[in-house]
């Protein structure tokens, strides 16, 4: 399995949904840098569960562990490994799934591809391993802002058929949903309440902005920012689409409309989202992910056995009605990760 991210600031993460802890190592972090648990648990506290009613009721506090990398609150330069132990298990909620294929799952792929499958909570294919990538992506982002003024943030524009509008990035921080409009909120807890009533899930989008990266990041023609990305992004449990700016409508456009206009001042419009073959313009880089609804459901559905028998499978246990409301923490931690490792590219071609 591929479980690395990056070649500069490499991250290598490590653990499954219901084992003894989730975590990761970290290699080429900087040292003197500032780094205390309190700010990485304020990333982890967006992701976790059983923060709401609205998300699953899993319980686990997710606090960090520095195991190495870190004197009197300093990165030393040395790999970095972080952890989260896993505490609140209830394995046997799946031993009714430890020979079916649950639909929309990575079960059935798991044991094609390896003969083998973790089938408690998902193993290494669960949303909880994600964990591993907000602790990393803290760390980045901190670096990124503090030496090279890049921020990012994210947040929710959709879930399921309602449309949130954007009305103030302050609002963002102070919402338990990440969505920039307090007037909607009533009626995302509609949504997601009307959800759970029928026994189903809903889907979501997210929002993805980053503000302040310096023009010319991105290598052409086959490490394109856009590419390095989505390429990543893409990977995040439930992600099925992705789109740049406007690239999720252009089809449906004329080039007249399609194009950002430059006049002596800079560019009249933002519809490429910030990059122009595959190169940072210097704008605000704008990134629309796509995330399908929970599989995991309580309504009666057709699956196979181990032995290739069809039957019938109702999901059970503890799940997010809407596995976009705890995203948007974990697509931003994965773009730090991304932005950070093509900043530091960028730097040593400029030596050599």
Known sequence: MSNSLGTYFKVTTFGESHGKAIGCVIDGCPPGVKIEEEYIQKYLDRRKPGRNKYVTSRKEEDKVSFISGVYKGKTTGNPLCLVCYNYNKLSKDYKNIKDIFRPGHADITYLLKYGIRDYKGGGRSSARTTIALVIAGSIARKILKEFFNVKIYSYINSIGKTKISFLSKKIIKGSIFTIPNKKDIRKVKREIRNSVLECDSVGSSIKIVIGGLMPGIG??????????????????????????????????????????????????????????????????????????????????????????????????????????????????????????????????????
């Open 219 to 352: 290598e052409p023609l086959y490490k394109k920012l856009d590419m390095e990305l989505t390429k990543n992004l893409i990977g995040l449990n439930a992600v099925k689409s992705i789109a740049i700016g406007n690239g999720y409508k252009m089809h449906r456009i004329k080039g007249s409309k399609s194009n950002d206009q430059i006049n002596s001042r800079g560019f009249l419009s933002n519809k490429a989202g910030g990059i122009l073959g595959g190169i940072s313009t210097g704008q605000d880089i704008i990134i629309n992910i796509m995330v399908k609804p929970t599989p995991s459901i309580y309504i009666e559905q057709k699956t196979i056995c181990k032995e290739y028998k069809e039957l019938k499978i109702k999901t059970s246990g503890r799940h997010d009605p809407c596995v976009g409301l705890r995203a948007p923490v974990i697509t931003e931690s994965i773009t730090s990760i991304v932005i950070i490792n093509l900043i530091i590219k960028q730097r040593l071609n400029l030596f050599f």
